[in-house]
């Protein structure tokens, strides 16, 4: 049997490449190797990965075609929006069809690099089709781990407005914040601000009366209240969970009020703000009570929906 090259043994290769490799064209098309594009083929025994999935499409694709959107995202390891399609865009009026992936058409291609388009135009379109809050959670979580360049951005939606995504994003703005640490942490914040209750300093030091600083996720100073975000990794991460002992019983032996919010607690949205709220009131807060009206309900809408209602008003 025929001893095949590491180049066609490990991950997708064009026809043209594993011809100049060796491999004859008889073998190619033979049952040793699968076609995943036009032009493009994988060993049998080779698993593909998402990656693998992504370069076959890039190799079936022009040169100048650039990911964007949710897959330029998840390049960065984020795991936004569904995997596939893929989502790559090109210049011009090219007409091309690949299974598992979504061809964008612009006139003028956004700042880009070898890898894809750049994070700011990736962002701008994941914006047209995105709910506010999921918007929210993923600017200010690439912003806090400077992926993110506000001052970029701001020159991409003045100087392209007509982008999809650019209304979306400009509305967007002003609600980006770079100090949540996570995208978690960022949608609770969001929780908090638009339903009108005290608003809290974020991942600020504090200083406990016996001398200990934390810097708690949100800390409301007037009632002496932290709010702890526990994910999943707050208990697979071993150090994270070690870490978290020492920082609860931290509060507890200083007598610090701290409200622990779950990942699981975060999928009812008024049922984690009412939590806070009452943890809130017990310490004193006499402000207003949470309002699930109004900015409210914008938060779990398409920006879509939402930028379109604002022009028409």
Avoid at 223 to 232: D, F, K, R, T
Wanted: glycine share 8%; aromatic share 8%; net charge negative.
């Amino acid at each position: 049997m025929l001893r095949l090259p590491d180049l066609v043994l490990h991950g997708p290769v064009t026809r043209s490449a594993a011809l100049d490799a060796g491999v004859p064209a008889r073998v190619l098309e033979g049952t040793r190797f699968h076609r995943i594009h036009q032009g493009v083929y994988v060993h049998r025994d080779h698993e593909m990965s998402w990656a693998d999935h992504v370069q076959a499409a890039q190799l079936a694709l022009p040169d100048g075609a650039r990911t964007t959107g949710t897959t330029r995202l998840r390049q960065l390891g984020l795991g936004v929006g569904a995997p596939f399609p893929l989502h790559f865009v090109v210049e011009g009026d090219l007409h091309l069809v690949l299974d598992g992936v979504f061809l964008h058409r612009t006139v003028k291609m956004p700042p880009h690099d070898e890898s894809g388009v750049s994070i700011e135009a990736a962002f701008v379109a994941f914006c047209a089709e995105a709910r506010l809050i999921d918007a929210i959670g993923l600017g200010c979580f690439l912003l806090n781990k400077h992926h993110l360049d506000g001052t970029l951005l701001e020159r991409l939606l003045d100087a392209e407005p007509w982008r999809a995504g650019a209304r979306e994003a400009s509305y967007v703005g002003p609600f980006l914040d770079d100090r949540p640490r996570s995208i978690p942490e960022a949608e609770l914040l969001a929780y908090v601000t638009f339903s009108g209750i005290a608003m809290p300093d974020v991942n600020q030091e504090v200083e406990l009366p016996d001398g200990t600083v934390l810097t708690p996720d949100l800390w409301f100073a007037a009632q002496q209240l932290a709010v702890e975000y526990e994910g999943g990794h707050h208990q697979d991460d071993r150090p994270q969970y070690l870490a978290d002992i020492d920082r609860y019983a931290a509060y507890r032996r200083t007598s610090t009020a701290y409200e622990q919010v779950t990942k699981e607690l975060m999928r009812a949205p008024r049922a984690t703000v009412r939590r806070i709220h009452a943890a809130l009131v017990a310490r004193g807060y006499d402000g207003p009570p949470p309002d699930f009206d109004g900015l409210w309900l914008d938060l779990f809408r398409p920006l879509s929906e939402i930028v379109r209602r604002v022009r028409i008003a």
